[in-house]
């Protein structure tokens, strides 16, 4: 399936944009907790124990808040280390690897701010996923 590369319709965004943060980014972190006990999300949360991420869905108008402790992701507010920001296809088109998140952040479509150690770590962290054992992969799928 090829993911659009144009921003969600003006419709849709202004609906996404007017949701309270919390159910977006409760769904955000109950996925991280799943991938990661069932392995398929190999992070090293040691080192990302008390780190604070945002993750700005920008054609949605989204801000998905949340943090690290050593056994799994927990809702977070407050000052992200890191953020990390495009529209949903971008991130889609990331996750599903067909852009390389480098050429999203040397095109402009990925903004990357922060602690840039840990963007590496993220960054890697995502390379080293194995998508197709997602619900993600199945339903790009069917």
């Not at 150690?117 to 390379?127: F, S």
């Amino acid at each position: 399936m090829r993911i659009p590369e144009r921003p969600l319709p003006g419709g849709i965004a202004k609906l996404l944009a007017r949701l309270p943060a919390a159910p977006p980014s409760w769904l955000l972190v109950a996925g991280l907790n799943q991938l990661l006990s069932r392995g398929i999300l190999p992070a090293d949360m040691d080192l990302l124990a008390g780190k604070r991420f945002r993750v700005c869905l920008q054609d949605a108008g989204l801000q998905l808040d949340f943090s690290a402790d050593q056994r799994r992701f927990t809702l977070g507010c407050g000052e992200p280390d890191l953020k990390l920001a495009a529209n949903c296809g971008d991130f889609a088109r990331m996750l599903l690897r067909a852009e390389d998140p480098d050429t999203l952040f040397f095109q402009r479509k990925l903004s990357i701010e922060g602690d840039t150690e840990l963007g590496l770590i993220v960054k890697n962290l995502l390379d080293s996923v194995d998508w197709s054992q997602t619900p993600l992969a199945r339903l790009m799928a069917g």
